[in-house]
Structure formats: C-alpha cells, structure tokens
C-alpha cells in the first residue's frame, strides 16, 4: 500500500562522508498522522537520514519536503519552526538548569528577537505574554508527561528514562506537527517505557506524526502501523510489521550484518 498523505517525503538521498556512503539513494515517504518505525541494522544510515532531513547534515544530493514543502539543506531551526523537530539518541538537556527552565529555553528561535524587543517599553507586553504562554505550555506537558512534581529539579538529577521524557516534552514546547525519535526507548525501564509509548499513541490521537528509530523489535512491530527498513544506506524494504516481517531479504540484512 502506498503512503496516501504523505507528511514527509525523502527522496534519491545521498550523503557521504569521504569514502563512506552512509546514505546510498534511499527513499520513502511517511503517512500525515502515522507512527512509522525506520529500522535496520547498526551503520544502515538512519541516524544520517535523520541529520540530512532534520538539516544537521546537508546531504550530497536528493529532496526532502515536509508538508508538501521542499526543506533540503535547510538549516535545523528552520525545518524546527516548519513543524518538523527530532530528539537525540543522547538526551541533549541543559544539566545545570531545572526542569522548567529548560522547558523554557528557545522555542522556535525567538530567543535573540525576543532579547531586543525586551529593551523597548513598547513590546514588553508582548513579550511577557508570549512568556506566560509559553510558561503555560510547559506546565500542561510537564503535566501531560507526569513529571511536573520534577519542575524545579535539576536536569542531572533525572533518571535517564525522566531524561527521556523531558527530551520529548522538549521537543513538543515548540508546537511541532512531526516529531523524529532517535531511540526514544534507549535506557528506559519497562514501567516507563510503557508510559512513553501510552503518550506517544495519545500524541498520535491528537494529530502528530511519528517517524521512530528503535532497536527494539517489538517496539516498532507492536506499535508502528508502517514500518521501513534501511541496509547499506538504501530502502530495503517498507510495510506494515506483518509484511516486514516475511521478507526474508530483511531478516537476512540483520543476521548477514
Ligand atoms: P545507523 O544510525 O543506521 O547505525 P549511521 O547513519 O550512524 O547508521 O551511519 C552510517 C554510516 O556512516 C556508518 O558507516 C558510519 O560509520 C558512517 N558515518 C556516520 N556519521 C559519520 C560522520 N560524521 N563521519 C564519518 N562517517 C560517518
Ligand atoms: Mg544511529
């Protein structure tokens, strides 16, 4: 079945670094509304993938659009304030900072207008309400998450799962429309990582979409409604679980290495 409405297209990627292809031609396209699994073995270029996408990397050649809008080599806050934000594989929050003022921290970019609208008398207002509203913001998804009880906590102070959690409610402090997890699961426990995939298909409900790279098999098969999969740095594959599943090329791709 083909994607019909398709939030994100890639297309012909191709990203090199020296001698490496890393991203060999892949493509794929991910359904508006969906939470697609992007699997493959360790160096299949998924990681890569999502940096040429989320604009870390600028790829060699191919095409990016995200909502029907062509985004290569865009720089990553700008692909941010499209819609578009991803989480790292390592949580990148702010050790030092509690959890709400990292909460806080430069949604959408606005930090350096903000700074200078500040100085005149004129915009203040504005200012202290976009403040307020952010502020809002954050309390209902520290809420939403369960962790509002750590709003004064400092981040390093978290449990790597509580990490977890706060990178994904980072992420939605700026009002995306698809969100990209780089290994969302990674050093969670089973009790929160029930609860993190609970609140990604709540997510889901409300209109996000999900492009999501996981080692976790069972992850991706029992929550993902489509699934693609990369080896060598192309397409190998791309399905619902249960035809992924009988490919037999794909179980090869992960025993052959
Ligand atoms: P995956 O995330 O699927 O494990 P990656 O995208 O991280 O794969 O890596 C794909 C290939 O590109 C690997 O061979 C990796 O060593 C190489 N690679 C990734 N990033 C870089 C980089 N910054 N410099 C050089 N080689 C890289
Ligand atoms: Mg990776």
């Not at 985004?71 to 934000?85: C, F, K, M, S, Y």
């Not at 990490?163 to 969670?188: C, F, H, I, N, S």
């Not at 993902?224 to 740095?233: A, S, T």
Request: charge should be negative; aromatic fraction near 6%.
């Amino acid at each position: 079945r083909a994607v019909e409405d398709a939030v994100l297209e890639v297309e012909d990627l191709e990203k090199r670094f020296g001698g490496i292809v890393a991203v060999d031609g892949a493509s794929f396209a991910v359904e508006r509304g969906s939470i697609t699994g992007l699997i493959g073995p360790n160096g299949a270029g998924k990681s890569t993938t999502f940096n040429c996408i989320a604009g870390v990397h600028r790829p060699d050649s191919g095409r990016v659009a995200f909502d029907g809008e062509e985004i290569t080599g865009d720089e990553p806050h700008q692909v941010a304030n499209r819609g578009l934000v991803r989480t790292f594989q390592i949580a990148r929050e702010l050790p030092e900072m509690t959890v709400l003022e990292n909460m806080m921290l430069a949604p959408k970019g606005q930090r350096g207008e903000s700074l200078w609208r500040s100085v005149l008398p004129y915009f203040r207002d504005e200012v202290l309400d976009q403040e307020r509203e952010l502020r809002e913001r954050a309390w209902e998804t520290l809420e939403f998450f369960e962790i509002d009880h750590l709003a004064e906590e400092y981040a390093k102070n978290l449990s790597g799962g509580q990490r977890k959690l706060l990178e994904l409610a980072r992420a939605l402090q700026t009002d995306p429309e698809m969100l990209m997890l780089d290994e969302p699961m990674a050093g969670v426990n089973p009790t929160l990582e029930k609860k993190l995939l609970e609140h990604i298909h709540q997510l889901r409900e409300q209109g996000y979409s999900f492009l999501i790279v996981e080692h976790d098999m069972d992850v991706i098969m029992n929550n993902c409604e489509r699934v693609i999969v990369m080896h060598q740095g192309a397409v190998l594959d791309r399905g619902s679980p249960a035809e992924i599943k009988a490919n037999e090329q794909v179980i090869e791709a992960y025993l052959g290495g």
